[in-house]
Nanobody, 126 residues
């Protein structure tokens, strides 16, 4: 089992920045990739960014490319999401997730993740 705890959410004006962090504990050796997802009210959960635990290859959703950066510290077992130039449409609950599927290096698909954090709210006002 893996436990994930997010932190760093909050409220910010458009154009501002926030940094989310996710701490993993438990059987972290089973994690092959990690991701950040978000879900706005009335919308489906969507992948924002993902990173391979071993190679650090990354992938981003088109809507956040150039604005968000995912990174990891394997020694501290943490994954961060730096969010710059935030827009009101970035408002959502943000979730950290960990995946264990063989043959998958990174993914923005919800169904490829086994473990999820409780989420942290990000609100961007115009």
């Amino acid at each position: 089992q893996v436990q994930l705890v997010e932190s760093g959410g909050g409220s910010v004006q458009a154009g501002g920045s926030l940094r989310l962090s996710c701490a993993a504990s438990g059987d972290t050796s089973s994690i092959k990739y990690m991701g950040w997802f978000r879900q706005a009210p009335g919308k489906e959960r969507e992948g924002v960014a993902s990173i391979s635990s071993r190679s650090s290859f990354v992938v981003y959703a088109d809507s956040v490319k150039g604005r968000f950066t995912i990174s990891q510290d394997n020694a501290k077992k943490t994954v961060a999401l730096q969010m710059n130039s935030l827009k009101p449409e970035d408002t959502a609950m943000y979730y950290c997730a960990a995946g264990t599927m063989f043959g998958v290096a990174y993914s923005l698909r919800v169904d490829r993740y086994k473990y999820w954090g409780q989420g942290t709210q990000v609100t961007v006002s115009s």
